[in-house]
């Protein structure tokens, strides 16, 4: 099956420090590749929809200069947590979209960042 | 704006029942709709997607239903055992508008006691 892989799995950074995590298909070429939060006993929630080769749309009341998405090539995104604080701690998932099959995605493993 | 509400938020059970899981989503245009399940800490595990023109899916112990014109789909899960418990996610979407985005419920948290 697909496979989809997130590293760092966990990161704590100082306050005003910049996170990159990287999102990964490892066995597919995704098209399309998505960003989502998620704090605790809460749901996902979409940050961005990041198609490769062109700029991230990023959902309502999310920061684009604060969370810079990256899409460079068909296997690989980065989200760039930018001057982290504390609030931006958070679980982040990625998931990546088979370009043939659009309506399946499938989820990286996460990324627990705590930001002191 | 498409909203998905899961019930029970949380819920206990002794090893061996069967049990339903609930969701409802409030824009029934939608394409699929799949559940997940959550592990402490961890991403989501694909348990079922359902396309817009079935009705249900089962896999194993699992079985999905999708009522699409009431906006309503079940998990149900036949002779739980403890290693079911984890979050289990409900997600909606794409949209038939054309929207790739998944919304998600808050989820159910399960419990099997041994």
């Known amino acids: 099956g697909a496979v989809v892989s997130q590293h760092p799995s966990w990161v704590i950074c100082k306050s005003g420090t910049s996170v990159k995590i990287e999102c990964r298909s490892l066995?597919?070429?995704?098209?399309?590749m998505f960003w989502y939060r998620q704090f605790p006993k809460q749901s996902l929630m979409l940050m961005a929809t990041s198609n490769e080769g062109s700029k991230a749309t990023y959902e309502q009341g999310v920061e684009k200069d604060k969370f810079l998405i990256n899409h460079a090539s068909l296997t690989l995104s980065t989200l760039t947590v930018t001057s982290a604080h504390p609030e931006d701690s958070s679980f982040y998932i990625c998931?990546?979209?088979?370009?043939?099959?659009?309506?399946?995605?499938?989820f990286g493993p996460g990324t627990r960042l705590l930001v002191l | 704006k498409q909203e998905v509400t899961q019930i029970p938020a949380a819920l206990s059970v002794p090893e061996g029942e069967n049990l339903v899981l609930n969701c409802s989503f409030t824009?029934?245009?939608?394409?699929?709709l799949q559940w997940f399940r959550q592990d402490p800490g961890k991403g989501l595990t694909s348990l079922l997607l359902?396309?817009?023109?079935?009705r249900e899916q089962t896999s194993g112990r699992l079985n999905a239903s999708l009522d699409k014109s009431s906006g309503r789909s079940t998990l149900y899960i036949a002779a739980s055992q403890p290693g079911d418990s984890a979050t289990y996610l409900c997600?909606?979407?794409?949209?038939?508008?054309?929207?790739?985005?998944?919304?998600f419920g808050k989820g159910t948290k399960l419990t099997v006691n041994p």
């Open positions: 359902i396309q817009s023109s079935q």
């Open positions: 066995d597919f070429q995704a098209t399309t």
């Open positions: 998931s990546a979209a088979d370009g043939r099959r659009i309506e399946t995605q499938y």
């Open positions: 824009d029934s245009a939608i394409y699929n």
């Open positions: 997600a909606v979407g794409p949209t038939q508008g054309g929207s790739e985005k998944l919304v």
